[in-house]
C-alpha cells in the first residue's frame, strides 16, 4: 500500500494519519471503519468476482466505496494497519452455527493487533454485529462494549481445541466462533471465499445483506429489501422497501454506494 493508497484509505473511513500505532488508534481506527465502511455481500449477488489480492480490494472499498465480508474487510483493514506500524497477525476461525456446530476451515478471517502500548487486541472489522472495538486477547474476562458483552476464552469443548490454543469468542453468552492462533496468510483464505460464494448451503448465497454501525451508534441493516434501523438503545425501527428506486437509494443514502441496479439473490445449484 502505497502512500497515496494510504491516505485514500484513511479519507475513506474519514481518519486522520496517526502519528504512532497506539492502543487508542487502533480503537478510532476500528470505530470508524465499522461506521464508514458496510460488512455486504453484494458481489455475489451482482456476479462480481471476489478477489483476495490488496489492490484489487481496495479497488472495490476505497475506489467503489463498497463494503465486503470478513476476507475482504478484515484481510484490507490488516494491510492499512500494517501500513501505519502496527505489527498484525492474520488468524483463522470457524463460525459457530445452528446447534453450536463449526463451519469450515477458514470459515472466517480475524486479526491480531500488537500496539506500541498497550499488548495484543483482538480486532474484527467483518463479522457483521460483532464489537465496536478491539477485544484485549488476553484478558480472559468479561470485556464491556457497546454492542455487548464480550469474553475471548480457552475452548475446551472438543477434543485437541485446548492443545492447540484455540480460543473461543463469546458475546452476552454465546459463542461466536473458534479462533485459532497460528499465523495465517490472505491467500489461506482463497477456499473459504470461493466456499461461502458459491455453496448453496452458505449463507451468503442464500440472501442479501448490507450492515454499518449507525453514525449515532446501533446498527443500520438492508436486507434484501427490508431496512432495519436499531439505535443505540435498542430501538428498532422496520421499513418494507417496494421500488428499485427506493432500495437504490436506501444504498446510496445509507450505505455511499452507487449500485447500477437491485441485487437479487442468484439461484445456486
Not at 463451519?103 to 463479522?127: K, M, N
Not at 469443548?157 to 495465517?184: H, N, T
Amino acid at each position: 500500500m502505497d502512500t497515496a493508497e494510504l491516505d485514500a484509505y484513511l479519507r475513506r473511513i474519514g481518519a486522520g494519519h496517526p502519528a504512532w500505532p497506539t492502543v487508542d488508534v487502533l480503537r478510532e481506527l476500528h470505530l470508524r471503519h465499522l461506521k464508514a465502511v458496510p460488512f455486504e455481500n453484494l458481489s455475489i449477488h451482482l456476479g462480481e468476482e471476489i478477489v483476495l489480492e490488496e489492490k484489487r480490494l481496495l479497488d472495490k472499498v476505497v475506489g467503489e466505496r463498497r463494503g465486503g465480508f470478513c476476507f475482504e474487510l478484515n484481510g484490507l483493514f490488516g494491510a492499512l494497519l500494517a501500513a501505519l506500524g502496527f505489527d498484525v497477525t492474520l488468524l483463522a476461525a470457524r463460525v459457530y452455527g445452528d446447534a453450536g456446530r463449526l463451519g469450515i476451515p477458514y470459515d472466517h478471517l480475524a486479526l491480531r493487533v500488537r500496539t506500541v502500548d498497550g499488548g495484543d487486541w483482538l480486532a474484527d472489522v467483518g463479522f457483521g454485529a460483532n464489537s465496536h472495538y478491539p477485544l484485549k486477547f488476553g484478558d480472559r474476562g468479561e470485556q464491556e462494549d457497546p454492542a455487548g458483552t464480550f469474553r475471548v476464552v480457552e475452548a475446551d469443548r472438543e477434543s485437541g481445541a485446548r492443545e492447540f490454543g484455540d480460543l473461543d469468542v463469546l458475546r452476552d453468552g454465546k459463542p461466536q466462533y473458534r479462533l485459532e492462533v497460528r499465523p495465517r496468510e490472505l491467500r489461506d483464505f482463497v477456499a473459504g471465499a470461493w466456499w461461502h460464494s458459491t455453496s448453496p448451503t452458505s449463507h451468503f448465497t442464500q440472501s442479501l445483506v448490507c450492515s454499518r454501525v449507525g453514525d449515532e451508534g446501533g446498527r443500520i441493516t438492508l436486507s434484501g429489501r427490508t431496512l432495519t434501523v436499531t439505535s443505540a438503545e435498542g430501538h428498532r425501527e422496520v421499513t418494507e422497501l417496494t421500488t428499485d428506486a427506493e432500495v437504490l437509494g436506501v444504498y446510496r443514502e445509507r450505505f455511499g454506494m452507487e449500485l447500477g441496479r437491485v441485487p437479487e439473490v442468484r439461484a445456486t445449484r
